[in-house]
């Protein structure tokens, strides 16, 4: 059974960092799969804000979180980061990890995405 668990969460002010990250259990990296970071603010819908192939070669990140999200891996651990700097308090949502995506398919489409981790909370005040 594939577990993802979600780390790194937090309380910031603007500017400030953090890093997120998502350890895999039960789970075998596939070079033709994808994983993703998605976000949800109140009353917003979820969306994508950074996506990278399991073999490590392309990223894609949404246009808000350009220049400052790092998405990365480390295969040996299983597990994905999202490194996050220059927060402001519009990055503040809940946090979710996503994993066996096809690449093929959309990196944006939630319904792409096979497992789920439970969400980890970031809030950036100003």
């Known amino acids: 059974q594939v577990q993802l668990v979600e780390s790194g969460g937090g309380s910031v002010q603007a500017g400030g960092s953090l890093r997120l990250s998502c350890t895999a259990s039960?789970?075998?990296?596939?070079?033709?799969?994808?994983m993703g970071w998605f976000r949800q603010a109140p009353g917003k819908e979820r969306e994508g804000v950074a996506a990278?192939?399991?073999?490590?070669?392309?990223?894609v990140y949404a246009d808000s979180v350009k220049g400052r999200f790092t998405i990365s891996q480390d295969n040996t651990k299983n597990t994905w980061y999202l490194q996050m700097n220059s927060l402001t308090p519009e990055d503040t949502a809940m946090y979710y990890c996503?994993?066996?995506?096809?690449?093929?398919?959309?990196?944006?489409?939630?319904?792409?995405?096979?497992?789920w981790g439970q969400g980890t909370q970031v809030t950036v005040s100003s």
């Open positions: 996503a994993v066996d995506g096809f690449i093929y398919r959309s990196w944006w489409d939630r319904s792409n995405y096979k497992y």
């Open positions: 039960g789970y075998t990296f596939n070079s033709r799969k994808i």
């Open positions: 990278i192939r399991s073999d490590g070669g392309n990223t």
